[in-house]
Every structure is written in C-alpha cells, then in structure tokens.
C-alpha cells in the first residue's frame, strides 16, 4: 500500500539554530500534504499544508517545501526555540477525506 | 476556536469488557475520523464518517465499530476490549469537501488490563 515516512525519528536541534525535518511520500497521486506538531499530552495541531500545485509554503517561522520529481516534503524551522520541542508529522491525502500520516520525528531543543 | 473534544482522558478496562469512547466538534464538520496512535507507527486510521449515520472503514477496522447518529457526535466502540488496543485513541474533524485540514482533540489514552 501507500505509505508516507519520516527520514528520522528523532532529531537533536540547539536552540536558535533552523530545524529541517524530512519526509518521503509514495502516492505520487497526492495533491495535499500537511505537517502536524504534538506536544506531550496532546493532539495534533495544524502548523502548515500546501497543495502540489506548489514547491513551497510559508508560514510564521516555518517553509514547507515540496519535491514532487523525488516525492519529498521538509518542514524548515527558522530559529528553533524551546517550545518547538515536539513530535512533528508529515500528512498526505489518502484518498476521500483521509489523510495518511508518517510515523513521527521527535524533535529535542538543547538549550 | 475549533474545539473537538473526547470523553476522557485516561481510561482503564479489563479485557473483555464493552468500551465507549466520545468525541464531540463544535464546528459542524461534515467528517469525522478516529485513530489509534502507537509508538512508532504513528496515527493509523480505524474509521471516518463523512455524514450522519454513514460509516467508512480506515485501516484497521478490526475490533471497532463506530456511531454517529448525531453531526456534532463520533463514537468508538471497542465490543470486546483485548490487551492489544492499549493505546492512545485520537478523534478528528474536518469540514467542506475534498481533502483539508483535520482538527483533533486531545486524545485518549485506554489500558486494557
């Protein structure tokens, strides 16, 4: 079946530096992508989506770029800060209404 | 504010008992998933409803069944709870047609002891 996937599961990032976190999809049919960031305890919360009629997508502090010709999605974050300590997923359509989910970079800030 | 909530945050139950799990959105979203998130798997999809009373199988049906008799309402059921749905059970929703973003609630984590 279709499976998307993280490069990394876990990704050590000093405070201040940019992150750049990975995924590989396989549906070269997809035409959504988005990233979810979960703290402990918590569910997932929207950071950013962009649609395959894009290569890149900025929001506040975070870029998500898309490679269709090697089926490659990052999420960069700019200046990484504490509070960006996180699991981070990357998502794709699945068909319908659905959305097939990676399994997760845990993303640890040193201060 | 989307708010999707669920019924409980963490719930034991001993195998073999009938499990209830709840999810309420207050957006009138349209869809409506649940999930099951394992270490290192991720989110894994169990079932969706894209209408009241209408009912589509995720990926991992087995075990589960689903109610929504109400827009607003999604629920979980575990018929016969086994060791192997411990797990932490996370609810969606989402709006309009097509494809966007899913807001979720605060997940549950359920011990089947």
């Known amino acids: 079946g279709e499976s998307v996937g993280l490069h990394l599961p876990t990704l050590s990032v000093q405070e201040g530096d940019n992150s750049i976190i990975n995924c590989a999809y396989s549906n070269s049919a997809s035409d959504y992508f988005i990233w979810y960031k979960q703290e402990s305890g918590k569910g997932p919360q929207f950071i950013i989506d962009i649609r395959s009629n894009m290569d890149k997508r900025q929001g506040q502090r975070v870029t998500v770029l898309l490679n269709k010709t090697v089926k490659h999605l990052s999420l960069q974050i700019a200046a990484t800060q504490p509070g960006d300590s996180a699991v981070y997923f990357c998502a794709e359509n699945g068909g319908d209404y659905k959305l097939s989910f990676g399994a997760g970079t845990t993303v640890t800030v040193r201060a | 504010d989307v708010k999707v909530t669920q019924s409980s945050r963490y719930l034991v139950k001993r195998t073999g008992e009938k499990v209830f799990l709840e999810c309420v959105q207050d957006?009138?979203?349209?869809?409506m998933f649940w999930y099951r998130q394992d270490p290192g798997l991720g989110l894994r999809l169990i079932y969706f409803s894209y209408d009241v009373k209408m009912k589509e199988k995720g990926d991992i049906p087995e075990g589960y069944s689903v109610s929504r008799e109400k827009k607003e309402r999604f629920s979980l059921i575990l018929e016969s709870a086994s060791t192997n749905q411990t797990s932490m059970y996370l609810c969606?929703?989402?709006?309009?047609?097509?494809?966007?973003?899913?807001?979720f609630g605060p997940g549950t984590r359920l011990t089947v002891l």
């Open positions: 957006m009138d979203h349209e869809n």
């Open positions: 969606a929703s989402s709006g309009l047609a097509g494809v966007n973003e899913q807001f």
